[in-house]
């Protein structure tokens, strides 16, 4: 803007700064990094979550569903991600506003859960499917990168006996052109896809995986099952049931990685059981969060906090 009027570009930001915008004059200026509320902006159905905003400094931004990410989206937004720090924030916001919020979806975080129960007292809380089905693509990728580090293990042992006997080494290539370390990790993709989406070298290298790999496809099937329970599942209680016969599967797979994701999904089944009343997620915080980080982008990174939180604010509160 500043070449287009023939007019110095940081000349014309602090022009706008000083005198163009209301920045000075404020009313949030005072506190706005460390926190912002608009309680203007509450609904009935909201999100939280997390984001970093400059430096790795991680705020908590609570945003309103209804507004679909424009004007009104951002409700409140604070300095880090304690229990403490959230609600004493969220406090400020009248009682009554808070008290017709009906439904607030979040992650598995504890601190955002204990802040939500706190001051939405009569929410109901979600947590997001995404961040549970998460879970359950991180289990089997840990059991990919198991073996895959113990082939590159072996390959490389073969490597030095072959040397050191001043021979060669070939490792096996299979029929997919993959050697074995390759196909370790190659696979990583297919194994965040629904079979039903494999293209057809994805269906090949899947079948070669599996073959010497049961424990991967043992894996892989729990987190398709547990996914199919959260696409296909119209009603709470068939949901409750089919979870329960997904915990019976994976104490028989006998894969401790998937115990673990069990264990979690059980402290939390209930917060977790309420996606199906409105089939509701955390994506509009997600996408929220992506603005967020490409509007920093476009300000080529953040160095004074409080007027990008003003500027940012402008256009989202």
């Known amino acids: 803007m500043g070449e287009f009027f023939q007019v110095d570009g940081k000349q014309l930001?602090?022009?706008?700064k000083d005198h163009i915008s209301n920045y000075k004059d404020w009313e949030q200026k005072e506190h706005a990094s460390e926190w912002m509320i608009f309680p203007q902006n509450m609904g009935l159905r909201l999100s939280i979550d997390e984001t970093s905003v400059s430096n790795g400094e991680l705020y908590t931004i609570v945003t309103n569903k209804a507004a679909k990410g424009?004007?009104?989206?951002?409700?409140?937004?604070?300095?880090?991600?304690q229990t403490n720090q959230i609600a004493d924030v969220l406090d400020r916001i009248p009682?009554?506003?808070r008290n017709k919020v009906e439904e607030v979806t979040m992650d598995m975080a504890a601190n955002m859960i204990s802040a939500v129960r706190r001051c939405f007292c009569n929410a109901r809380q979600v947590i997001d499917r995404f961040h549970v089905q998460k879970l359950?693509?991180?289990a089997v990728q840990e059991i990919r990168i198991k073996y895959r580090w113990h082939v590159i293990d072996q390959e490389t042992s073969f490597y030095t006996l072959a040397k050191a006997n001043d021979k060669p080494y070939t490792?096996?290539?299979?029929?997919?052109?993959?050697t074995l370390r390759q196909l370790l990790a190659r696979s990583r993709y297919l194994l965040f896809k629904h079979d039903s989406?494999?293209?057809e070298s994805q269906k090949h290298r899947a079948q070669i995986l599996f073959q010497r790999f049961p424990e991967i496809k043992d894996a892989y099937d729990l987190s398709t099952k547990m996914g199919d329970i959260f696409k296909n599942v119209k009603f709470k209680e068939v949901a409750f049931k089919k979870l329960a016969l997904w915990y019976n599967d994976v104490e028989a797979s006998g894969i401790e990685s998937f115990r673990t994701v069990a264990r979690s999904i059980q402290t939390h089944y209930i917060n977790i059981l309420n996606f199906f009343n409105?089939?509701?997620t955390n994506?509009?915080?997600e996408s929220f969060n992506a603005k967020v980080k490409a509007f920093r982008a476009t300000s080529r990174g953040v160095r004074d906090i409080n007027f990008f939180l003003f500027r940012l604010s402008n256009i989202y509160a």
Not at 13 to 16: A, S
């Open 95 to 97: 009682e009554g506003l």
């Open 70 to 81: 424009r004007k009104g989206t951002i409700v409140a937004m604070i300095k880090g991600t």
């Open 278 to 280: 409105n089939r509701s």
């Open 136 to 138: 359950a693509h991180d």
């Open 171 to 178: 490792p096996e290539v299979l029929s997919n052109g993959d």
């Open 283 to 285: 994506a509009a915080a």
């Open 13 to 16: 930001q602090q022009q706008y």
């Open 197 to 199: 989406k494999w293209t």
